[in-house]
């Protein structure tokens, strides 16, 4: 079974140069106009990357390695940060009580008041670039807004093959069936189902994908590779909190470069009938519904796809 949100996008070819120097202009006038050029930012004492840092602790003590991952910051740049809000009494480092190789930072007294400040200064900010705008053209800014960062967060998920038995990956399948479980009018029971095992996945019968945002696990897709028969999507399935970010097709079309990679000219697939948005996704991305291929007692509907060999496997 296989099931993803529709309305999914994702670009295949380089940007063209234009639209390179549009992103570079654009980028100049955010920073100019949110005040990151300065070592002080917002009026405080700080530069923004403190500042940032700050907000992202939040109200909890935080894992630093995955603060780092979720920032995308460089350990030693990371550290640097670290021991000036340290400096200042405004974090404390320390390691984590139950395994002290891991070390975690959180905010001080000081440090959430200085994260206070900040917020207001903040929404100050927002409000002043707002504010020479009339109510039009505000509901326009904010709506590119959305827009941009719906976007910027879709090119910052990484998708990687992963063992199926990773435990991203077991999260996901896990997460995925719980899912399935909910939507089905019958529920779903793993066991009853047509799962491929571990070795259908792994090369060079299969491969398993896993998408992960800020280092945090979204979504996977897997792709049989049967010698002699058509290859098949299994599995794939995108967290909620992830649809919208066109990581569906990315997936579809990733697993359909991989399936003709390996010489195969047909991709398949089946699913089940609650799983409308997926079905609108895989007829938009030209698969057509084709007689049962398979005895998948969860399936309503099954599909395949010709897709073009590389000029090498022709």
């Known amino acids: 079974m296989t099931g993803a949100p529709q309305h999914e996008t994702s670009p295949e070819h380089p940007a ?20 990151v050029l300065h070592d002080h930012y917002l009026g405080r004492s700080r530069p923004v990357g403190e500042a940032r840092l700050l907000w992202e602790i939040g109200g909890r003590p935080q894992d630093v390695r995955r603060l780092r991952e979720r920032l995308g910051l460089d350990s030693g740049y990371l550290s640097r940060l ?7 009494g405004l974090v404390v480092v320390e390691p984590k009580p139950r395994d002290r190789r891991v070390r975690t ?15 207001a200064r903040s929404d100050e900010l927002a409000g002043s670039l707002l504010q020479p705008l009339n109510s039009a053209q505000r509901a326009r800014l904010v709506a590119a807004m959305a827009e941009v960062d719906r976007l910027l967060t879709a090119a910052t ?11 991203d990956a077991r999260w996901c399948l896990e997460s995925y069936f719980a899912e399935l479980q909910e ?17 259908e996945l792994r090369p060079p019968k299969g491969l398993f994908l896993v998408a992960r945002l800020y280092g945090d696990p979204v979504g996977c897709a897997g792709l049989k590779l049967p010698h002699g028969a058509a290859a098949e ?4 399935w995108v967290a909620p909190d992830a649809r919208g970010l066109g990581l569906a097709r990315r997936f579809l079309a990733e697993l359909e470069s991989e399936a003709a990679r390996h010489g195969h000219d047909t991709l398949r697939l089946d699913t089940n009938k609650a799983l409308a948005s997926a079905i609108g996704l895989y007829r938009s991305a030209g698969f057509r519904e084709v007689p049962a291929f398979n005895d998948e007692p969860y399936a309503h509907h099954w599909f395949e796809k010709r ?5 090498a496997a022709e």
Do not use: C, Y
């Open 82 to 88: 670290l021991r000036s809000l340290e400096t200042d």
């Open 183 to 199: 939507a089905f009018d019958t529920g779903f029971e793993p066991g009853r189902s047509l799962l491929p095992d571990a070795g």
């Open 307 to 311: 897709i073009t060999l590389p000029a």
């Open 16 to 35: 063209p140069t234009d639209q390179i120097r549009r992103v570079r202009r654009f980028n100049r006038t955010v920073t100019e106009r949110v005040g």
């Open 233 to 236: 999507v299994k599995r794939m």
């Open 105 to 119: 930072v959180r905010l001080t007294s000081a440090g959430r008041a200085e994260r206070s400040v900040l917020d």
């Open 157 to 167: 998920v990484a998708v990687d093959v992963v063992d199926p038995d990773h435990p």
